[in-house]
């Protein structure tokens, strides 16, 4: 609910050249599948440096941002 407004997927076609992705910072690859027509499009996400690398799963445990990400999409 927090996490998800603040990402954007950026498309990756000869019509979107792929982006430049700044040394250190955190970015998924994901592939994208269009629900009308079927077809799958590589994207990026790029993981704002304003989110904590690591959520707090219990006082003992931590869970890197980017498995919270990656298994809600």
Known sequence: QQIFPVL?????DPAHPFPYISGL??????VVRNPVSGHRHFARVKVP??????LEASPERYVPIEDVIA???
């Open 8 to 12: 954007t997927p950026l498309a990756v």
């Open 25 to 30: 910072s955190l970015n998924l690859a994901v």
């Open 49 to 54: 440096p304003l989110l904590s690398r690591f």
């Open 71 to 73: 298994a809600h999409l």
